[in-house]
């Protein structure tokens, strides 16, 4: 195989440093998309190529070769693939550990939404938004059928009236635009490829900045939603909040870190800058990177397929 084959294994690394600049110079809407497509592309193009290295270290092995249904000869397969057999190996071992940890990475997420719609169906009422009597500021979006909004009395009040709609413009926002499944695929991409971890934390980021866009737009006033999340995260930071949250819930305060206030801070100089326009480059970049990432999982299969070819055949003459 050529060098093609092992390309898309090193792309994910140029995602992974352009990652946090289209998540801060686009639409959040169109960065989250553009960054789950662009996780999932890459993700399984480097599955493949990893599968196919595997492959042509198992028709090596004389008995798997004869077992096959076209009877590849383990001696051709030796002497004329360009991939050491050691290379083999080691894309084997490493399909083996990505396939394991994407399945525990979908069984997590799936027990995760489960749960969570769970327990939106136990909430007490039949009202999307849930008040309940808790002196922490807190306040998310629990993903199900119905979605339901939970708020703690200790948020409503820590912000002003009007800031209530803000509040619960952007968690309505999480649910209408069922961000919890970008944010889903993201991390099964990253379970599959660690590289892709960068893009994973940005689509995490991307959304909330969606919601907090969504909030700007219903309330018209970026400057106001800024201030209300900022003062959001403030109360929670003073009242201890997040003792349990649904794993697969989203809300204003996104992901507070124990000793931070996570990516909150650059939300808020988001929301106090104008809002972001469409970078051409930025889409030219993850663009170009998919479409050389499908070229060189289209040629590495061609190339593939002709050394199976020249298997089978020296296997019959």
């Known amino acids: 195989m050529h060098i093609a084959v092992y390309l898309p294994l090193l792309f994910p690394l140029l995602a992974a440093l352009v990652a946090r600049s289209v998540g801060e110079r686009l639409p959040p809407r169109l960065a989250t998309w553009l960054l789950t497509?662009?996780?999932?592309?890459?993700?399984?193009?480097?599955?493949?190529?990893?599968?196919?290295?595997?492959?042509?270290?198992?028709?090596?092995?004389?008995?798997?070769?004869?077992?096959?249904?076209?009877?590849?000869?383990?001696?051709?397969?030796?002497?004329?693939?360009?991939?050491?057999?050691?290379?083999?190996?080691?894309?084997?071992?490493?399909?083996?550990?990505?396939?394991?940890?994407?399945?525990?990475?979908?069984?997590?997420?799936?027990?995760?939404?489960?749960?969570?719609?769970?327990?939106?169906?136990?909430?007490?009422?039949?009202?999307?938004?849930?008040?309940?009597?808790?002196?922490?500021?807190?306040?998310?979006?629990?993903?199900?059928?119905?979605?339901?909004?939970?708020?703690?009395?200790?948020?409503?009040?820590?912000?002003?009236?009007?800031?209530?709609?803000?509040?619960?413009?952007?968690?309505?926002?999480?649910?209408?635009?069922?961000?919890?499944?970008?944010?889903?695929?993201?991390?099964l991409a990253a379970a599959a490829n660690p590289l892709l971890r960068p893009l994973a934390a940005t689509v995490t980021f991307t959304v909330e900045r969606w919601a907090d866009e969504s909030a700007a737009t219903a309330v018209g006033d970026r400057e106001r939603v800024a201030r209300t999340i900022g003062k959001a995260a403030i109360a929670a930071r003073r009242t201890r909040a997040r003792s349990w949250i649904p794993s697969a819930a989203l809300g204003i305060l996104g992901r507070l870190r124990p000793r931070g206030l996570g990516p909150v801070p650059r939300r808020v100089t988001a929301l106090l800058a104008p809002a972001p326009s469409r970078h051409a480059w930025s889409i030219a970049a993850l663009a170009g990177l998919a479409v050389a990432t499908a070229l060189c999982v289209t040629e590495a299969a061609h190339d593939l397929e002709e050394f199976l070819e020249l298997a089978k055949h020296a296997s019959h003459s």
């Open 37 to 187: 497509v662009g996780s999932l592309v890459l993700a399984s193009a480097s599955t493949a190529v990893l599968g196919m290295l595997a492959v042509t270290g198992l028709i090596r092995i004389p008995l798997l070769a004869r077992l096959a249904h076209d009877h590849w000869s383990a001696h051709a397969a030796q002497r004329h693939d360009p991939a050491s057999f050691s290379v083999a190996v080691l894309a084997g071992v490493l399909l083996a550990a990505v396939a394991a940890m994407a399945v525990r990475m979908l069984w997590r997420r799936a027990r995760a939404l489960a749960r969570a719609a769970t327990e939106a169906a136990c909430l007490p009422g039949r009202d999307q938004l849930v008040v309940i009597d808790d002196p922490a500021a807190e306040a998310y979006a629990i993903p199900g059928r119905p979605g339901r909004i939970v708020v703690s009395t200790g948020m409503l009040r820590s912000l002003e009236p009007a800031e209530h709609q803000i509040l619960l413009a952007h968690e309505r926002a999480h649910l209408a635009h069922h961000h919890y499944l970008f944010v889903a695929l993201a991390q």
